[in-house]
């Protein structure tokens, strides 16, 4: 299945509130939560995409002709590709009524086990989500990593003690939730974290440890402090705190600030393979993306998925090779410009 033929698939779903654009830029889903979209006034989604667009790449084609490897070791565990997909809590509300993010969790975990790339799933609301998701991941090689919401720090540790029986390479907690509408009032106890309370989930957690939410070297510190393995650099796609800056203009910051030490992942508005070489040459360590695999799953189930994977594959060895990378260690920041 070509990734054209998802798109037009997608178009065609009745009750689907994804318009399946040509490019995912957060504009025609604006300011709709729920839905796809982002915290009112509905601009964050499209700032994290246009930040990509500012970013050109300088092309270095003197060069060997030799061979692009795109391999990455990411919290220990050796993967193909340097992309997670994003973490989905629910796609009832978001997307459609009919669809169900237990079986959608389930067609990524397959797609990426065949491209090589890392999953990750959100324990969301509904508890039946997290006993599947992980039990699946499990008879697939452990790819799926945990993402757990904010809640109260028992509540995480008893998640992290589920998980843990089923070997995920990772296990993440998502700090910036707090600021999602409906959670707090969904749970009391969500809510912000302090470097003491991470250092705590860190040392529960007995695997490597990702903190996601992350927007500022300051941030970046505190989680450094607090043990973390990784982070995540992201606001969310733009859907819990408006007027924040885009993913790509703090990367650089927060990759002088802590790179080398932790791991770091970017996500927001990354669409393409070009997007990815240029999140590398930034400071990032893989990228995550999110909305685009939940299109591709309307518009092709696993199938669909598959197509977006394999063309991100080809668009970052493309890139890698007329710039001058042949493995990921090679790209540098001089090899972007903005
Ligand atoms: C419908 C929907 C549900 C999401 N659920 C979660 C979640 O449960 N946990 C989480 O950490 N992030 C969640 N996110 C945020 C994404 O994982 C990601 O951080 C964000 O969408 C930015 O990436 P993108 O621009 O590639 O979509 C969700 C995003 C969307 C659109």
């Known amino acids: 299945m070509e990734y054209k033929e998802v798109l037009e ?18 504009l025609a889903c604006g ?11 509905g601009n964050g989604a499209n700032d994290n995409w246009k930040a990509w667009r500012n970013v050109k790449v300088n092309m270095d084609v003197i060069a060997p002709s030799t061979a692009v490897d795109m391999s990455v070791k990411l919290l220990g565990r050796e993967f193909k590709l340097p992309i997670i997909t994003g973490p989905v809590g629910s796609i009832k509300w978001q997307y459609h ?16 086990e065949k491209a090589g790339a890392a999953a990750s799933f959100g324990d969301g609301i509904d508890p039946a989500v997290l006993p599947d998701t992980i039990q699946f991941g499990a008879e697939h090689g452990g790819i799926s990593m945990p993402v757990l919401n904010p809640y109260s720090d028992e509540e995480i540790m008893e998640k992290m003690d589920f998980c843990r029986k089923f070997d995920p390479f990772a296990m993440c907690v998502v700090i910036d939730s707090a600021g999602l509408p409906h959670l707090r009032a969904k749970n009391i106890s969500a809510g912000t974290k302090t470097i003491e309370q991470l250092a705590k989930l ?6 490597p440890f990702v903190v ?14 607090a043990g973390a393995d990784a982070l995540i650099v992201s606001n969310h796609g733009g859907r819990v705190l408006p007027g924040t800056p885009a993913t790509a203009e703090v990367l650089p910051e927060i990759a002088d600030a802590v790179g080398g030490k932790m791991q770091i992942i970017v996500d927001g508005g990354i669409r393409s393979g070009l997007d990815i070489f240029k999140a ?35 668009e970052l060895s493309d890139t890698m090779y007329m710039c001058g990378a042949r493995k990921l260690d090679d790209i540098t920041r001089d090899m972007v410009r903005f």
Do not use: W
């Open 9 to 26: 698939n997608v178009k065609k779903i009745q009750g689907l509130s994804c318009k399946g654009c040509a490019e995912c830029n957060g």
């Open 202 to 207: 860190k040392e529960h957690a007995g695997i």
């Open 97 to 112: 009524p009919d669809s169900d993010v237990r079986e959608y969790n389930r067609a990524i975990i397959l797609a990426c």
């Open 280 to 314: 590398l040459a930034l400071g990032a360590d893989a990228v995550m993306m999110c909305r685009p695999f939940i299109t591709c799953y309307f518009g092709g189930g696993e199938e669909g998925i598959s197509a977006l994977l394999n063309k991100l594959s080809a």
């Open 31 to 41: 300011n709709t939560m729920p839905g796809p979209g982002s915290k009112a006034p």
């Open 212 to 225: 996601k939410g992350v927007m500022s070297a300051k941030s970046a510190l505190k989680a450094l402090e």
